[in-house]
């Protein structure tokens, strides 16, 4: 599951912020965060909701396979990823960038 991950890389993104001179934890923080949240959507069994979502549906009578979620999931996901990546980069322009001492 991805709240697992994203909790263990918490303090493995504060060691590597506190190590490395000039490096800024809100775009690592919102990275972890957008990846976390978009990943799981890319597979029916990338993410809880996904799962229960599919067993809900077959309870009322609508088969959705792994090839079916993901034939929709993958595109969304890779559409989503690309658009936090955008703006990821734009926030990175705009403000985190210009805090750092170079």
């Known amino acids: 599951d991805n709240i697992p991950f994203t909790a263990t890389m918490v303090p493995v993104m504060q060691k590597m912020v506190a190590d490395v001179v000039g490096l800024n934890i809100e775009p690592l923080a919102w990275a972890l965060a957008f ?47 690309a658009i936090a990546t955008v703006y990821l980069l734009t926030l990175n322009a705009i403000f985190w960038q210009s805090s750092v001492a170079l």
Do not use: Q, Y
């Open 35 to 81: 990846g976390a949240c978009f990943g799981g959507n890319g597979t029916l069994i990338g993410a809880s909701a996904n799962i229960v979502m599919a067993s809900k549906a077959e309870v009322e009578g609508f088969h959705i396979s792994f090839i079916d979620f993901f034939r929709v999931g993958f595109p969304v996901m890779i559409l989503s990823v």
